[in-house]
């Protein structure tokens, strides 16, 4: 019994293995060919198609157009003057500043009036003694352009809230024609609508002033230049200030405004 099941193995390993097994009918469900079948007529062309799907080669992911994100995101997005700017308290005595703009030209959504009033958390005390600044509050000067994008605020059952209607959701401070982020660093925006900050300042006034009222607050800042780069950090030792952008460099808005719909 011993030496049967022995010749019995043999065989097995032959079918396995030996040309006469590959000639046999292929095993499994009925149509399906055997695995030892798929192997011996595995063909070069097999091979390459094999490599192809399986290749190591990274295919680099398309670049972000962040300048389209950020308009997706937005309900409203408009260019516009500064006309004025009042300011209204709620019963509480919180003071809240009412910005109103001309509405130049919207680039995304639809607004047909011709002005627009934003109303943000922050201003002058009613007694004009001192106020309230709010980190997350936009503040503006009378007379300057701006690029806004715009998010619906949800309409609350407080009728002392002002802030009902519109929140700011990115602010682009428009000079010449050009952009800038609130502290006066330029816009820098590639072919493939990626953004990032120049290493310096535009050294007009306003880019370090915050008119509050009758107030006029200054703005610190650190003198150590920007890397460029989207986090705007620090410049780094294998990056030469003479490669990173300065603020001549910054983006035009109509460049900007049309990567909006590329």
């Known amino acids: 019994m011993m030496k049967h099941t022995a010749i019995m193995l043999a065989c097995a390993g032959a079918m396995l293995c030996g040309h006469a097994a590959l000639a046999a ?35 680099p992911d398309a670049p972000a157009n962040v300048v389209k994100q950020l308009a997706e995101r937005a309900d409203l997005v408009f260019f516009g003057r500064v006309l004025d700017q009042d300011y209204v308290y709620d019963a509480k005595g919180v003071p809240f500043t009412r910005t109103r703009f001309s509405v130049d030209e919207v680039l995304k959504g639809e607004y047909p009036q011709a002005e627009l009033v934003l109303v943000q958390l922050g201003g002058p005390s009613a007694s004009g003694d001192g106020g309230v600044l709010v980190s997350d509050t936009h503040y503006f000067n009378v007379g300057e352009d701006e690029l ?55 050294p007009d006034e306003r880019f370090a002033t915050i008119n509050m009222g009758t107030h006029k607050l200054y703005k610190q800042f650190s003198e150590r230049p920007r890397d460029g780069g989207d986090s705007g950090g620090e410049a780094q030792p294998n990056a030469p200030e003479t490669l990173m952008p300065t603020y001549a460099n910054a983006v035009e808005l109509s460049r900007f405004s049309a990567m909006m719909h590329k």
């Open 25 to 59: 009918p292929p095993l499994g469900e009925e149509n399906e060919l055997s695995p030892e079948y798929l192997d011996a007529h595995f063909s070069a062309e097999d091979e390459k198609r094999m490599m192809e799907g399986f290749s190591d080669k990274i295919l």
């Open 148 to 202: 806004l994008f715009l998010k619906r605020r949800q309409a609350t059952a407080t009728a002392t809230d002002a802030r009902n209607g519109y929140e700011i959701s990115n602010r682009f401070r428009v000079m010449d024609g050009k952009l800038f982020d609130e502290d006066g660093h330029a816009v820098i925006m590639n072919d493939a609508g990626g953004l990032s900050l120049s290493r310096d300042r535009h």
